[in-house]
């Protein structure tokens, strides 16, 4: 089991660095965050969003779905010193990314990519696992790198900060 998860890290580290991939987005209003950043020491959060259709790419254990969101907010500033924390909801069901998710028919590990622009949101599939639909939804929270410091003054550490519920995130970042 130990192997499995190294593995799966080892290539969501790699597809982190190698994938980028545009595809369609059920919510138009995908490239436009529902908070705008007004100044360098913000945090922009965007509305839940949920995908039409996922791009797949069939390896021999697994199979690698991707989509991207189109997210002006994501400045090279933000990509390359800020941080942006990505959530999954099925129903009433809140996950971190990266995360792991079981399903009725196999499990996914959930993971994403922060480019200038652009947020790539990728599941690794096993166990024949269905494609995710479109009850899948996402939310992020795109931290300025002053935002960052000033949460790290507090106390958070970047690696806390990934690991935060949806709840402590939207009530932090708030």
Request: hydrophobic content about 40%; glycine content about 8%.
């Given at each position: 089991m130990n192997k499995?998860?190294?593995?799966?890290?080892?290539?969501?580290?790699?597809?982190?660095?190698?994938a980028c991939r545009k595809n369609d987005v059920l919510n138009n209003t995908a490239s436009a965050p529902a908070a705008a950043a007004t100044s360098a020491d913000t945090t922009t959060a965007s509305s839940w969003k949920a995908f039409s259709n996922w791009s797949a790419e069939p390896q021999e254990k697994y199979t690698v779905y991707s989509n991207t969101i189109n997210a002006s907010s994501?400045?090279?500033?933000?990509?390359?010193?800020?941080?942006?924390?990505?959530?999954?909801?099925?129903g009433s069901n809140i996950i971190a990314l990266p995360g792991e998710?079981?399903?009725?028919?196999?499990?996914?590990?959930?993971?994403?990519?922060?480019?200038?622009?652009?947020?790539?949101?990728?599941?690794?599939?096993?166990?024949?696992?269905?494609?995710?639909?479109?009850?899948?939804?996402?939310?992020?929270?795109?931290?300025?790198?002053?935002?960052?410091?000033?949460?790290?003054?507090?106390?958070?550490?970047?690696?806390?900060?990934?690991?935060?519920?949806?709840?402590?995130a939207a009530a932090i970042l708030k």
């Open positions: 499995k998860k190294l593995l799966v890290w080892a290539f969501g580290a790699a597809m982190m660095v190698t994501i400045s090279a500033a933000v990509a390359s010193k800020g941080l942006v924390l990505v959530y999954k909801k099925t998710e079981k399903g009725s028919t196999g499990s996914y590990f959930w993971y994403y990519q922060v480019s200038q622009g652009k947020l790539s949101i990728t599941a690794d599939a096993y166990d024949h696992a269905a494609a995710p639909g479109t009850e899948q939804n996402f939310k992020y929270f795109i931290l300025s790198a002053e935002k960052l410091d000033e949460l790290q003054g507090k106390g958070y550490s970047k690696a806390e900060l990934m690991t935060l519920t949806y709840e402590n």
